[in-house]
């Protein structure tokens, strides 16, 4: 079956430092992304929808400059949480769709991100 | 935005009893989709269902996509302890983007040795 991977599975870093997540469609070319921020024990709410080759979209109350997403290719999706500070930790999840027929999203494995 | 209220919040249950879940929805969905996520990881695809009425099976889980198309059940028969997990009802309601999905607030389930 489809295959999302999502790389790296834990961060821990400084207050001030941007990082970087990548969600890989390992076995299907997703045309569009989908970035997700989880809190404990909460359900999944939808950041920002990320398509091949143009800007991403995002949701209300998300800060486009805050987190960066680029979706340069078929198969690669990146996230970049700019400047981080504690606020910012939670559990990061991307999915991806092959675009098409409507098919249900395919999630990867999340990134827990903890900022110190 | 549009909302989806899942129930029950937590279930503890003995191993080998049969479980039911639902969600419901002020809106119309044209999908209804049941996801598990394990502690630490992305949800992961039960069941799909695309059709008013329809009732779809894996395994020993079975959906069903309601009439009205605002609400959606998933019964797990014969709880294995595997089964624990958080159980999400989700789709993209017929009122917004096609692809973006709406969440449930899941549903914890527990299950007892």
């Known amino acids: 079956g489809a295959v999302v991977s999502q790389h790296p599975s834990r961060v821990i870093c400084k207050s001030g430092t941007s990082v970087k997540i990548e969600c890989r469609s390992l076995?299907?070319?997703?045309?569009?992304m989908f970035w997700y921020r989880q809190f404990p024990k909460k359900s999944l709410m939808l950041m920002a929808t990320?398509?091949?080759?143009?800007?991403?979209?995002?949701e209300q109350g998300v800060e486009k400059d805050k987190f960066l997403i680029n979706h340069a290719s078929l198969t690669l999706s990146t996230l970049t949480v700019t400047s981080a500070h504690p606020e910012d930790s939670s559990f990061y999840i991307c999915?991806?769709?092959?675009?098409?027929?409507?098919?249900?999203?395919?999630f990867g494995d999340g990134t827990r991100l903890s900022i110190l | 935005g549009q909302q989806l209220n899942q129930s029950p919040q937590s279930m503890f249950i003995q191993e080998g009893e049969d479980v039911s879940m639902n969600c419901t929805s002020s809106?119309?969905?044209?999908?209804w989709l049941w996801y598990k996520q394990d502690p630490g990881e992305g949800p992961v695809l039960l069941i799909a269902?695309?059709?008013?009425?329809e009732l779809t099976s894996n395994g020993r889980l079975t959906a069903q996509f309601g009439i009205t198309r605002k609400d959606s059940f998933l019964n797990i028969s014969a709880s294995i302890p595997s089964d624990v997990g958080i159980y999400f009802c989700?789709?993209?309601?017929?009122?917004?983007?096609?692809?973006?999905?709406?969440f449930g607030s899941g549903t914890q389930l527990t299950v007892l040795p």
């Open positions: 999915s991806a769709e092959t675009g098409g027929k409507y098919q249900p999203q395919h």
């Open positions: 076995d299907f070319q997703a045309t569009t």
């Open positions: 990320s398509n091949e080759g143009s800007k991403a979209t995002y």
């Open positions: 809106s119309i969905f044209n999908t």
């Open positions: 269902l695309y059709k008013a009425g």
């Open positions: 989700a789709g993209p309601p017929s009122s917004g983007s096609a692809r973006q999905l709406t």
